[in-house]
């Protein structure tokens, strides 16, 4: 299991998953149902309490707005 850490770190470096992110942003923004898949799909447990911090973890790296 990753942790949302390592799939930043790993974001920096991987070509598919940077698609696959821009794929997921491309309407500007992210539903809650999205970013659950994409964690599951990546074995990344993450709370349903701890979705707002991630979202605005994302906001402070750019990903979304």
Not at 2 to 15: G, I, R, S
Not at 24 to 44: N, P, Q, T, Y
């Amino acid at each position: 299991m990753a942790t949302v850490e390592e799939l930043v770190k790993q974001y920096e470096t991987d070509k598919a998953l940077q698609a696959e992110v821009q794929a997921i942003l491309a309407d500007g923004k992210v539903s809650i149902k999205e970013f659950m898949a994409f964690a599951k799909k990546h074995d990344v447990e993450i709370s349903m309490s701890d979705v707002p911090k991630y979202m605005e973890q994302a906001k402070k790296l750019g990903f979304i707005k």
